[in-house]
């Protein structure tokens, strides 16, 4: 079907900045809405920000301001500019991508794909 692999998590000072990159590979058709999410520990997951085909972009409200999400169609990759990160931006964030494969025999499916996550630490 379609794979969805993230780059880009690491370990920054707060205030600090990271750039989180999603590539969706596989048998693509088209691809839909785009998002980020993450899950701290402990805690239940929670939507980022959401980038449509068109560039139509919602934000949590605790990131608003500091978190830009951007998308290249061309390469069906979606990226989360993360600035001034604070300790509590600290998770695994995790892609989102709905769209449409080629199943094969000339059908097509829609799908929804989740990436495997990536691990940011912002420390105090």
């Known amino acids: 079907q379609v794979q969805l692999v993230e780059s880009g998590g690491g370990l920054v000072q707060a205030g600090g900045s990271l750039r989180l990159s999603c590539a969706a590979s596989?048998?693509?058709?088209?691809?839909?809405?785009m998002g980020w999410y993450r899950q701290a520990p402990g805690k239940q997951r929670e939507l980022v920000a959401v980038?449509?085909?068109?560039?139509?972009?919602t934000y949590a409200d605790s990131v608003k301001g500091r978190f830009t999400i951007s998308r290249n169609n061309a390469e069906n990759t979606v990226y989360l500019e993360m600035n001034s990160l604070k300790p509590e931006d600290t998770a695994v964030y995790s892609c989102?991508?709905?769209?449409?494969?080629?199943?094969?025999?000339?059908?097509?499916?829609?799908?929804?794909?989740w990436g495997q996550g990536t691990q940011v630490t912002v420390s105090s």
């Open positions: 989102k991508a709905d769209g449409t494969y080629y199943r094969g025999s000339g059908y097509r499916n829609d799908f929804t794909s």
């Open positions: 980038i449509t085909t068109g560039g139509s972009t």
């Open positions: 596989g048998r693509i058709f088209s691809l839909s809405t």
